[in-house]
């Protein structure tokens, strides 16, 4: 048995995400037993002591069985709609289940924003630490009311990851319909085989990962992309079916089962993680060569110097991003003046900040400790 395999035997956090293909019974609404199965093994989990946040998508499909509607309208706003009505079945569903367990389930609906944002980021964290620490099981989806972009893209395996960040999970365990990854979409492949271990992040698995069907849409695509994402942090990234009889159970016991991806590097310092965490930046700097340089080569700080253009809106403790002249993203990071000042003091020696604004703040646009290389 692998060594990542067998940390999830002891692992003490994990982030087990529900995907809609799973969820939604073929489009004929939630799938109500199996929702029942799953609950039951999260139960038997934090009964061992693992604690854990479940992030489940299901709304819109179904918000649409509940309208009435006979297929998935285009209308991001009749998607929106669909959420809002279908997320009550879904919290209902997950809330009747854990009581038979005798445990609480809060309901957290998150965007991706409230990942940029350096405050609701906090917030959101402080919220989530709280409810497992009184061993209440949250249950998140993104909130679709008021984003358009991730209805889009029915992405809920970044959020899954961005939640792995915010609670520094050892493992994100995504369920799915298939086996887990294999070398090519076994829909369109029946000769494709699964992948058993890889390392997250590893570019070969992008080329082997497809789209997802008509109820999920993000398909393996995304789950190697959320793999990367929950990698910076540390933790672990699992894809299995959800159709596994005990599955969950089965993965705490280390056996071999859906696809493990295993992160290169050991955990980042915190605020490192939130950094790379996010993502959403709200600007972007361009820096020149000699800048480029010393952030890549040398590991400094951005000095105001080193910057030709910045575009955006931003304001000071917010995340931008630094580009090459070139348009490549070289790193992300939090910068320390808001886009008027920093507008005011790019291209000048660190020395002139206060003659250039009346004040100086720090020396450095971006400081070492709060910049992630890409
Ligand atoms: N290499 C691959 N291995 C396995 N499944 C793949 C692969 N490429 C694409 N897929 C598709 O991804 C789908 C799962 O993703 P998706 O439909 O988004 O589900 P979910 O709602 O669980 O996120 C599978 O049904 C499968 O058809
Ligand atoms: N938040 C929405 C869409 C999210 C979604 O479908 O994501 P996924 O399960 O990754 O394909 C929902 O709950 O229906």
Redesign the pocket.
């Known amino acids: 048995m692998s060594e990542a395999r067998n940390k999830l035997k002891t692992s003490r956090r994990w982030v087990v995400k529900i ?4 969820l939604t019974n073929d489009g004929e609404g939630l799938d109500l037993a199996a929702i029942s199965r799953w609950v039951d093994q999260l139960a038997h989990l934090r009964r061992e002591g693992v604690e854990i946040v479940l992030v489940s ?1 299901g709304s819109i499909a179904e918000g649409i069985v509940r309208l009435g509607w006979k297929t998935r309208p285009h209308e991001i706003y009749k998607l929106q709609a669909a959420a809002a009505v279908g997320q009550m079945g879904l919290v209902q569903a997950y809330e009747t289940n854990f009581q038979r367990h005798k445990t609480h389930t809060a309901q957290i609906l998150l965007t991706h924003e409230d990942h940029s944002n350096r405050k609701r980021y906090l917030n959101a964290q402080a919220t989530l630490k709280t409810l497992m620490s009184v061993g209440v099981v949250p249950v998140v989806n993104e909130n679709d009311t008021v984003v358009t972009k991730e209805i889009r893209f ?1 992405d ?2 970044t959020l899954g990851a961005l939640v792995a960040n915010l609670i520094e999970a050892d493992a994100l365990i ?5 086996d ?8 369109s492949n029946p000769d ?1 085989t699964l992948i058993s271990e890889a390392k997250a992040g590893d570019a070969a698995l992008d080329a ?6 008509v ?9 190697v992309r959320a793999a990367k994402l929950a990698a910076r942090s540390g933790a672990v990234t699992v894809i299995a079916s959800g159709r596994e009889d005990e599955v969950l159970l089965k993965l705490r016991e280390g056996m071999q089962l859906g696809t493990l991806l295993v992160p290169e590097q050991s955990p980042m310092a915190a605020r490192k993680q939130w950094i790379a965490g996010h993502l959403q930046a709200r600007g972007t700097l361009t820096l020149d060569a000699g800048a480029v340089a010393a952030l890549v080569e040398r590991g400094k700080s951005l000095l105001p110097a080193g910057v030709r253009a910045v575009t955006g809106s931003f304001s000071r403790g917010e995340m931008v991003v630094l580009s090459d002249e070139h348009g490549k993203v070289i790193a992300r990071g939090l910068v320390n003046y808001g886009i008027e000042d920093a507008q005011k003091i790019i291209g000048n020696p660190s020395k002139r900040i206060e003659s250039l604004l009346g004040f100086v703040g720090e020396a450095e646009l971006v400081h070492r400790d709060n910049l992630v290389l890409a």
């Open positions: 995907g809609s293909a799973l998508s029915g809920n395996d995504l369920l799915t319909d298939q887990g990854l294999c070398t090519a979409d076994p829909r494709a082997m990962a497809g789209d997802g069907g109820l999920g849409q993000g398909g393996m695509a995304t789950k």
